[in-house]
């Protein structure tokens, strides 16, 4: 079975620049999150969705970023403009109600560089 | 809400010796609690959980973590530290909805 796929694993962008990270969960789940990562630190939730709709997005910063999960499966997080403070890994994560065991499936993550 | 505090960001043991990595949580519902572990440039990947029964949970990699409500802690074990097992372990909890994670414990092992 396929995990978590994560595109792009790596990025390095100019500040002011927009950037889109894309996330594939694990086939027939229906719930599915963004993570942020800073450095030394763990993950931090930034949206949750069941199937298509943001169930959780409070933490999400909506001034510069967004996110779409369409047709309940893929998923795409988007950041414009940048700022220097954004550098993080943004880990895409996984998980069924169907069996509910709790456990996230994460992908590798993507490292975003802001320069 | 739930909450999880790992005590100590960085652990370093001889090979062979005991590891021993703390965490304690809030919650205000039953929890579900979870250790993962994350290598360098790599997403996490899950030790051991506990949601209900046996408050011993035994995971992969020799690891295991018992449960302990009167202290609310959740603390990681393994007998026997091998190189391998340096890395990023973060202990989370679950609640009604969303997981949170601790700040993580960096396991450096010494030959």
């Known amino acids: 079975e396929a995990g978590v796929v994560q595109s792009p694993r790596y990025k390095i962008i100019e500040k002011k620049q927009p950037v889109a990270f894309w996330c594939n969960p694990i086939?027939?789940?229906?719930?599915l999150y963004w993570y942020l990562q800073n450095l030394g630190q763990g993950p931090e939730l930034l949206i949750r969705y069941e199937n298509e709709e943001a169930v959780d997005d409070s933490q999400l910063p909506k001034d510069r970023f967004s996110a779409e999960r369409l047709k309940g499966v893929d998923s795409t997080l988007k950041i414009q403009p940048a700022e220097l403070g954004d550098s993080a890994v943004y880990l895409c994560a996984s998980s069924s109600l169907t069996p509910n065991t709790g456990e996230l499936f994460f992908g590798e993550g993507s490292r975003l560089t802001v320069l | 809400a739930q909450s999880v505090t790992q005590l100590g960001s960085h652990v370093s043991v001889s090979e062979g010796a005991l590891v021993l990595l703390r965490c304690n949580y809030s919650?205000?519902?039953?929890?579900?609690l979870f250790w993962y572990v994350q290598y360098p440039n790599q997403g996490l990947q899950l030790l051991l959980k506990?949601?209900?029964?046996?408050?011993l949970v035994k995971g992969i990699n020799g690891f295991e973590a018992e449960f302990k409500k009167s202290e609310t802690s959740f603390h990681l074990t393994k007998p026997s530290a091998h190189m391998s097992d340096a890395a990023e372990y973060f202990c989370a909890v679950s609640g009604v909805s969303d997981m949170r994670f601790g700040a993580g414990t960096r396991l450096t092992v010494k030959p």
């Open positions: 086939s027939g789940h229906n719930t």
């Open positions: 506990y949601t209900t029964g046996a408050t």
């Open positions: 919650s205000s519902v039953p929890p579900y």
